[in-house]
């Protein structure tokens, strides 16, 4: 499959609804940040933040899209790039599932524009199997896919830690998985290093940190 990878950069583009569609349908709501956020960052510019819609060559209906952030997580690693590219989310719609079609953005788009940003690592949020298990054996076994599925292509899950995710008041919170795609030689205590500069307080040791 040979694809069009397109950053939206207005409130007008038509690859907006379809980007917007997948969001919605593929995360949880405890998973979704307000629509009004991400709609926001669009109409300002915010240069951070990037929107990204995928569809097939030749074709225009969205059928992948991503969002990342990059971040500046300065650490004493001197150096080294201080900037992160932070994973927020990444889907491809259902009847595209399975077929390669998260391998290859992530391959040919999310790890070139890491190194395109100079960045010194990749880090993203996954479900954790344990809590997903409360939902059904069947969610369970997702989260575990989607953790092999980055271990495939080049991240480490960061044990020895606790991470509540938030997305805003209008739902609880959430434990989550951390994991990171080092794009330079890191320890684990520099990955735990780089995850409190992004996610703060909401992220803390509960044992020796080590990355699988």
Known sequence: ?????KEIFSLYDPKLDGWLDIYQTAFPLNEQMLVSSLIRAIR????????????EEGKDEVIGMFHFKLVNADTAMSGESPVILYLLYLAVSPDKRNKGLGTMIY????????????????????????????????????ARRRIEFY???????????????????WQPSTEMCLMIHPLIHLSPDDAYSMMKKIFHDSVKQVGNPSLT
């Open 1 to 5: 499959m040979n694809i069009n990878v």
């Open 151 to 169: 271990r495939r292509n080049g991240a480490r899950l960061l044990e020895g830690v606790q991470y509540i995710q938030s997305v805003g008041r």
């Open 44 to 55: 300002e510019n915010d240069p951070s933040e990037h929107f990204l819609a995928v569809s």
């Open 107 to 142: 391959r040919d788009w999310i790890i070139p524009a890491a190194k395109q940003y100079r960045c010194s690592a990749i880090v993203l949020e996954v479900e954790k199997p344990e809590i997903a298990m409360t939902i059904s054996v069947k969610e369970a076994e997702m």
